[in-house]
């Protein structure tokens, strides 16, 4: 069954560089198009970014220039990787799986991680 | 960037009661060259990740009860949950996935207990 899972460290410290990793099964990156969603805690849900079937990437313009997604489809695992971090960027993260409607990658999201807390503190 | 606003942001109901959680978008979703709205609509349970109920406006993801209805068209969309169960106390977003990035969220509706 589909499946995705985040790791990454619990905790980084403010102009640190954050670093996940997602980890899919039960469907090709080839396939699906894959995004990263975030939550500060207690708030709503943020789209930060994807990376398409075919390889190329999406950005949210608010993140884009310290945000950078990419894969590694032989592991079937999706990085993110974000530079500058600071204490507004406390949150979950989530990796997602876009839909697929008639053939053709949608941006819904049918299958989420569990999501992993990254904290941003000294 | 789309807006999208949601109302109300809580609603305080019974079981079994019928309720309506609105949502607008600041520019249309609708594509003429497919005739579909590009609005989906999710229920976060406490601890949980997101779970997608409807897409397209009103088309219910697979398993989802038959109790969930998505309407609307343009800028303004509706979710209804018919005969509320304990089960669905939760907060619900919806979400634009129109060709326009970023892909934004309403700010959420939390549904509780009366």
């Known amino acids: 069954q589909v499946q995705l899972k985040e790791s990454g460290p619990g905790l980084v410290q403010p102009s640190q560089t954050l670093s996940l990793t997602c980890t899919v099964s039960g469907f090709s990156l080839t396939s699906n198009s894959v995004s990263w969603v975030r939550q500060p805690p207690g708030k709503g849900l943020e789209w930060m970014g994807a990376?398409?079937?075919?390889?190329?990437?999406d950005y949210n313009s608010a993140l884009k220039s310290r945000l950078s997604i990419s894969r590694d489809t032989s592991k079937s695992q999706v990085f993110l990787k974000m530079n500058s971090l600071q204490t507004e960027d406390t949150a979950i993260y989530f990796c997602?799986?876009?839909?697929?409607?008639?053939?053709?990658?949608?941006?819904?999201?049918?299958?989420w991680g569990p999501g992993t807390m990254v904290t941003v503190s000294s | 960037d789309i807006v999208m606003t949601q109302s109300p942001s809580s609603l305080a109901v019974s079981a079994g009661e019928t309720v309506t959680i609105n949502c607008k978008s600041s520019q249309s979703l609708f594509w003429s060259g497919s005739q579909m709205n590009y609005l989906a609509w999710y229920q976060q349970k406490p601890g949980q990740s997101p779970k997608l109920l409807i897409y397209y406006a009103s088309t219910r993801q697979s398993g989802v009860p038959d109790r969930f209805i998505g309407s609307g068209s343009g800028t303004d969309f509706t979710l209804t949950i018919s005969g509320v169960q304990a089960e669905d106390l939760a907060v619900y977003y919806c979400?634009?996935?129109?060709?326009?990035?970023?892909?934004?969220f309403g700010a959420g509706t939390k549904l509780e207990l009366k």
């Open positions: 997602t799986r876009s839909g697929v409607y008639y053939g053709l990658s949608d941006w819904y999201f049918d299958f």
């Open positions: 979400q634009h996935h129109y060709d326009s990035l970023p892909y934004t």
């Open positions: 990376i398409w079937s075919g390889g190329s990437t």
